[in-house]
């Protein structure tokens, strides 16, 4: 490991102990239960700044592909997001059952969208998209 990676994983280190510092010892508790942030709420936090991480990384994936600045990509993926939550909920399909249909579904919005819509747009001037 070279020095630089080496600094790199000491700073996140750090930062992780700082957080955890700040959120549980600092920050008052739930209720007058005691202090520190309940782990609930930090790992709610934790999967929603993932998502947003996870959004903002597919539109600088299409970006740097397509150079068109595409922000559907939440609409293709709450396709499959609302088809699994229906399965589960209202059905008595699996949720790895209902997983997979719902990215089979995402997937197919995404390719129908891209043949239908962005291909056709290649031959026109960069002022139009």
């Known amino acids: 490991m070279n020095a630089a990676a080496k600094r790199a994983v000491v700073g996140w ?14 920050l008052p508790g739930a209720s007058g239960v005691g202090r520190g942030t309940p782990g609930a709420i930090l790992f709610r936090g934790l999967v929603f700044g993932l998502v947003n ?26 396709a499959g ?35 239908s819509l962005v291909r056709r747009f290649f031959q026109v001037p960069r002022l139009v998209l």
């Open 13 to 26: 280190a750090l930062a992780v102990m700082v957080m955890a510092l700040y959120t549980q010892i600092l």
């Open 53 to 78: 991480a996870l959004t903002a990384a597919g539109i600088i994936l299409i970006y740097r592909t397509l150079r068109v600045i595409n922000f559907a990509q939440t609409a293709i993926g709450a």
């Open 81 to 115: 997001a609302i088809l699994t939550f229906n399965f589960v909920q209202h059905t008595a399909v699996p949720f790895p059952i209902a997983f997979v249909l719902g990215l089979a579904l995402s997937a197919l919005v995404g390719v129908v969208l891209d043949l």
